[in-house]
């Protein structure tokens, strides 16, 4: 757990998966990026399907992106194509915390990508239907309106049983932009990698801490070229980690990581002339 002011983060998770280091690092090469993040023998990278739990001072408990959910446990095509491993899941960690889906309040998809948005929904009596059943979920309208119109770019994407349920149970909240759900807590429409792909600030007594969803998905990805061949909008990509990584480094933000198989949450720091993030516990804030 991270206190962040009057806010409790849980880094929490749904598993590890993989997905091709090309696809991930885009135009770089992969004598680079294979050095931080070394691919198997089908060069694919390891990945985590991370999840984040928000406590909120007024008492609400917002989950940001849920993993995958156990629709897909018996689809071998799908487990073995993504080298799928759910243990511990997404329901046992809230469980360890002392909550069932019924305590979720709120549920934000940074989009609607299978990897974040595949846990809002699960298998009940053979059918998808929402998992958080007394959740909103909120999306960005930009993003409701592509999972709806997938193209051949992006369709291998869109799952539609995990998003369609929750319109048909009116759980759906859309925002457009920024947008703040209550003092101190604020998505923020940062395109790239999706049009209506977004991320989540948590600020409080002087501290902020962001949610990069597959912005930055890696420690790996920090670099400014370092952008997934994945992104429809790469140049959006481009300026929005410029304009946000500025800022993160500018007033010492908490970088949170959603991919990353070993360090999930850090801060900025400049050794040996250039940037590398440090984990929370190692890093001495600046004076003021």
């Not at 206190?3 to 880094?11: D, E, N, P, S, W």
């Not at 997938?150 to 994407?157: D, Q, V, Y």
């Not at 933000?253 to 990353?260: G, I, N, S």
Request: include cysteine; glycine fraction near 8%.
């Amino acid at each position: 757990m991270i206190a962040l002011g009057r806010f409790k983060l849980h880094q929490l998770s749904d598993g590890v998966f993989r997905l091709d280091g090309g696809a991930m690092f885009g135009v770089v090469p992969k004598i680079l990026w294979n050095r931080a993040s070394p691919a198997d023998e089908h060069n694919r990278i390891a990945l985590n399907l991370g999840c984040l739990l928000i406590q909120t001072p007024t008492g609400k408990n917002v989950l940001v992106d849920t993993g995958l959910s156990s629709k897909y446990d018996r689809n071998k095509k799908f487990l073995d194509l993504y080298s799928v491993r759910r243990s511990p899941t997404l329901r046992d960690q809230l469980k360890n915390l002392g909550l069932t889906p019924n305590d979720i309040h709120l549920v934000i998809n940074t989009h609607l990508h299978f990897d974040h948005a595949g846990g809002d929904t699960e298998l009940i009596d053979g059918k998808p239907a929402p998992q958080f059943p007394r959740a909103k979920y909120i999306v960005q309208k930009e993003e409701w309106e592509d999972a709806n119109s997938a193209h051949e770019r992006n369709k291998a994407s869109y799952l539609p049983e995990n998003y369609a349920p929750l319109e048909e149970a009116k759980a759906l909240e859309f925002v457009s932009g920024e947008f703040e759900i209550e003092p101190g807590l604020k998505v923020i429409r940062s395109g790239g990698h999706t049009r209506g792909h977004q991320c989540v600030l948590v600020e409080s007594e002087g501290r902020t801490a962001i949610f990069f969803g597959d912005l930055v998905p890696t420690r790996a990805h920090m670099p400014l070229p370092y952008i997934m061949g994945y992104d429809l909008y790469p140049v959006d990509t481009l300026e929005a980690k410029r304009d946000l990584l500025g800022r993160a480094k500018e007033q010492a933000w908490l970088l949170l990581f959603q991919h990353d198989p070993e360090q999930r949450a850090g801060y900025l720091a400049q050794a040996d002339g250039r940037m590398i993030v440090v984990p929370p516990e190692a890093f001495t804030p600046p004076r003021a």
